[in-house]
């Protein structure tokens, strides 16, 4: 299939791109670079390798003139839609700013779509739809729970947007993969995670603690309801769910309708848990101190995969071990990101 993938400089985006051409497809890119790098692209297609270039137009998909020329210059089976904003706090402080790009850029990715004859499309949503969830292992029954910000807003509102026009226009075929916590990166160390500023996220603060950019992990809570006291999440390995958006372009290829999925390993692991996998792995002291919880966090959130392996046939391969390894593998060999 011929892929656009939106927002495919990022971090998902870039190992997705791997991971489709090794499945024999072709794609086309359209970032704004809001939060990337296109450093990231020229490694993907040396990592793809055989002379492979990926087009790729640098359009913000706000911009309904210049995307719909994309859409006309080339013929899209499908688009992965990963073009989007993430960052928790930011939303907080800049409400407008998210719903505006978030909602208002699938809006018109959609509508395009539409109007140039693609239906079908798969949507980068979080388990963070499920709030905090009415069931642990987690599944993609679990009611929908409270979004405490504007990020996790945008994510629930856009999978009921595109649930009603599935409903109204059943030529759509729509995938909503609920993806749990991506880390890692390519084993290769050319790609991986970029964050700017201080990460707000796990795995990225413990490896600029351990290339020596930060001296200490701040842990947020230590009395949750949990084995030691820390939150508990379904850490995954992103080339794992890089699979899974190719394994969910055959639901598109079979006429879903509409389809959902989570995209977890299953497994829950404290930030305690995470901390000492990565010094197991890698051999390196990570030094932290116990702080306040985290607003909004909750104490536990584990996914059950089994629907996406039922039917699907996609399961997650890589342990916490790889994926601590894999995410130093980067960060050592490219302390600055995409920047040196
Ligand atoms: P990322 O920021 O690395 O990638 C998103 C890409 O979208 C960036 O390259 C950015 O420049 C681009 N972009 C943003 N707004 C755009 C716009 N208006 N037009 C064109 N391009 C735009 O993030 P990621 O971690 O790769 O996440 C990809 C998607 O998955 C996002 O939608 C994110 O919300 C979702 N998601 C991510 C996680 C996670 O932990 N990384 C978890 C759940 C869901
Ligand atoms: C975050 C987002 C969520 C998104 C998900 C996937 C928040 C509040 N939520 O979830 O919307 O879908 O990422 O990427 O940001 N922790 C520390 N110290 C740190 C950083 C984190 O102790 O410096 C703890 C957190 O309290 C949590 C765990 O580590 O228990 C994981 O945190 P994080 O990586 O930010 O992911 P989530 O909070 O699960």
Not at 226 to 243: C, F, K, Q, S
Not at 311 to 325: I, N, Q, S, T
């Amino acid at each position: 299939m011929n892929i656009l993938v939106t927002g495919g400089a990022g971090f998902i985006g870039s190992h997705t791109l791997i991971e489709l051409y090794k499945a024999g497809h072709t794609a086309v890119v359209v970032d704004n670079l809001a939060n990337s790098n296109p450093e990231s692209l020229k490694r993907v297609a040396e990592l793809i390798g055989g002379g492979v270039t990926i087009p790729f137009h640098e359009v913000d998909v706000r911009d309904r003139a210049k995307l719909t020329q994309v859409l006309q210059q080339y013929q899209f089976d499908a688009c992965i839609h990963f073009a989007g904003l993430k960052a928790v706090g930011e939303s907080v402080a800049k409400p407008w700013e998210y719903y505006e790009n978030n909602i208002n850029g699938t809006l018109v990715l959609v509508d395009c779509m539409r109007q140039n004859g693609c239906k079908n499309i798969i949507f980068s949503s979080s388990a963070t739809v499920y709030g905090d969830p009415a069931m642990i292992p987690i599944t993609e029954q679990c009611p929908k729970g409270h979004c405490t910000n504007p990020y996790g807003q945008t994510k629930s509102m856009l999978e009921e947007i595109l649930m009603d026009m599935q409903k109204a226009d059943p030529e759509w075929n729509i995938v909503l993969l609920r993806y749990f916590n991506p880390i890692g990166a390519h084993p290769s160390g050319r790609i991986g995670e970029d964050p700017k500023g201080i990460p707000n996220n796990l795995m990225p603060y413990i490896t600029q603690v351990a290339v020596g950019k930060r001296p200490e992990l701040g842990v947020f809570g230590n009395d949750y309801d949990t084995h030691d006291g820390t939150g508990v999440r379904d850490y995954i390995h992103v080339v794992d769910l890089a699979r899974g958006h190719v394994k969910a372009l055959q639901a598109i290829g079979s006429q879903c309708g509409l389809a959902i999925y989570n995209l977890g390993t299953g497994h829950g692991y404290s930030v305690l848990d995470l901390v000492k996998a990565f010094e197991r792995a890698n051999n390196i002291t990570i030094p932290y101190s116990i702080k306040a919880r985290r607003a909004g966090d909750i104490a536990t959130c584990y996914s059950d995969p089994a629907k996406a392996e039922r039917e699907l046939g996609w399961v997650a391969e890589y342990g916490v071990d790889e994926m601590c390894r894999d995410a130093w593998n980067w960060q050592k060999n490219n302390p600055e990101g995409y920047a040196k």
